[in-house]
């Protein structure tokens, strides 16, 4: 993790050059004001990966000598059959869209990003997988 850590510094040191060459050539504010706010983005991921970095053991991406099967594990549980990430993208893409149509539409768009939202957390306290 370290050097994901050092990677996003590098980068928010780029970004940064970048937006101040930008906004004095270019005098644009909306272009200059978002490569600052990337250079804050970066600059925070990186942070958080270096602090992170530094209370947890050594990864095998830390080790120069390290094989790719080192790093083989288990990443977590995905659900296989979930619809709930569609109902989301759904609303989501309603919300947006409100954004440019009009602000009406977004009364149809929440209760469908709510019943995905519910849905994909509730999804394992029904039927079979319910816990008693």
């Known amino acids: 993790m370290k050097i994901q850590g050092k990677l996003f510094i590098w980068l928010?040191?780029?970004?940064l050059a970048v937006?101040?060459?930008?906004g004095y050539w270019s005098k644009e504010?909306?272009?200059?004001?978002?490569?600052f706010l990337a250079f804050g983005?970066?600059?925070?991921i990186g942070f958080y990966l270096a602090f992170t970095a530094r209370r947890v053991d050594a990864g095998a991406q830390d080790d120069k000598e390290a094989?790719?099967?080192?790093d083989a594990g288990e990443i977590g549980f995905f659900s296989p059959h979930s619809w709930q990430p569609l109902a989301l993208g759904i609303g989501g893409a309603l919300a947006f869209m409100s954004i440019a149509i009009g602000w009406w539409l977004m009364y149809f768009s929440?209760?469908?990003?709510?019943?995905?939202?519910?849905?994909?957390?509730f999804e394992y306290y029904r039927g079979e997988n319910r816990t008693q």
């Open 110 to 121: 929440a209760p469908v990003i709510l019943i995905g939202l519910f849905g994909w957390v």
């Open 12 to 15: 928010s040191v780029f970004i």
């Open 41 to 44: 983005l970066a600059i925070m």
């Open 19 to 22: 937006a101040i060459v930008y």
């Open 29 to 35: 504010p909306a272009g200059t004001t978002a490569l």
């Open 67 to 70: 094989d790719v099967a080192d």
